[in-house]
């Protein structure tokens, strides 16, 4: 049984199990998410009595990260242990003032995208939020975090309950006490997982398009077939995108498969009715991919299409490629076998 992950309800639950008094739900609260303390020990305003009698029973569920990889840009790769024995990658990113987080929300992914390396990997289990909060809350550098984005290994949306529940502890006012603002969440377009994340949540989305042609999308991305984009992008039109909630798409952009002037014309068109932005990535090579990643003179030609056709388009900057922690190469499929 572990501590982190749980709500201020579940804490007052655990008071009264242990027989403390209700206020020390709070007490742990604060010392658990404000002050981000490794063992129950560390509880100094609790009794001995009180501490030990939680120990019988808990465990904070912090597990340092088992190793760690920095790139030549800065970039810092941990491979951290779950609680049900495997693996994950989160991936520090440490950009000026600002400093974000890619974390996991499954042990390998069942979507099965054919340019990902964790699609290749296959799905090895849920992870809990416990082992979501984990990757922020163990992070040696985690006091200068800025922002959170669940862009790791999995489909978020796929481990919907746990992934609102780790961000409901970071922007609780007992939490972390972030604005939703500073987290952004991913998805490939899960439409029910969509519904409850817009009413549940206000932190950011963004959803992993890469093609604009659903007969082509499917190709690349078995989830349309399931899930249509066009669907899924009707839905998103209905919503109010007016406030500083953001909607953004994530387009990797492959040579000779999706960065033709016709994709471009096809994504203004489909893009139309929101208020939205698109982020061009690079592909990462993996091994044995029939992929090649376009040319920074396509990127730059596409961007600069979309931008002058009324959609707002960055081109992300890659990072981390050189210790395989850039977009779409985490796997810890040796890990897990």
Not at 208 to 217: A, D, G, I, K, Q
Request: proline letters at 4%.
């Amino acid at each position: 049984m572990f501590l982190l992950g749980k709500n201020m309800e579940e804490l007052r639950e655990v008071a009264r199990e242990t027989g403390l008094p209700p206020y020390a739900a709070k007490q742990m609260a604060h010392w658990i998410y404000e002050r981000g303390v490794a063992d129950i020990a560390e509880m100094t305003n609790l009794a001995k009595a009180a501490r030990e009698k939680l120990q019988e029973h808990y465990q904070m569920g912090r597990m340092a990260p088992a190793t760690s990889q920095t790139s030549v840009d800065g970039t810092k790769k941990y491979l951290f242990p779950t609680v049900s024995g495997h693996y994950v990658e989160s991936v520090f990113i440490p950009d000026g003032d600002r400093a974000t987080l890619c974390v996991s929300s499954q042990v390998g992914c069942k979507m099965g995208c054919a340019f990902c390396m964790t699609g290749r990997q296959g799905f090895d289990g849920q992870l809990t939020a416990t082992d979501i909060l984990n990757q922020i809350y163990s992070l040696p550098e985690r006091e200068r975090l800025t922002n959170v984005v669940f862009m790791g290994q999995g489909e978020p949306f796929d481990n919907l309950d746990a992934v609102l529940r780790a961000t409901e502890l970071l922007t609780a006012d007992y939490g972390l006490a972030w604005s939703p603002r500073r987290i952004t969440v991913s998805t490939v377009g899960l439409r029910k997982g969509m519904e409850r994340f817009l009413v549940e949540s206000q932190c950011h989305l963004a959803v992993s398009l890469h093609n604009p042609f659903p007969v082509e999308r499917a190709e690349m991305m078995p989830a349309e077939r399931a899930w249509s984009l066009a669907d899924c992008i009707g839905m998103l039109a209905r919503e109010d995108w007016s406030g500083q909630r953001r909607l953004s798409f994530e387009y990797i952009v492959f040579e000779g498969l999706n960065d033709s002037e016709r994709h471009a014309r096809e994504l203004v068109r489909l893009l139309a009715p929101l208020k939205c932005r698109v982020n061009l990535i690079r592909f990462h090579t993996i091994p044995d991919s029939p992929f090649h990643g376009a040319p920074e003179a396509t990127m730059v030609r596409l961007r600069d299409y979309l931008t002058r056709h009324g959609v707002t388009t960055t081109i992300r900057a890659s990072r981390g490629e050189d210790i395989m922690a850039a977009c779409g190469l985490l796997s810890t499929a040796s890990k897990t076998k």
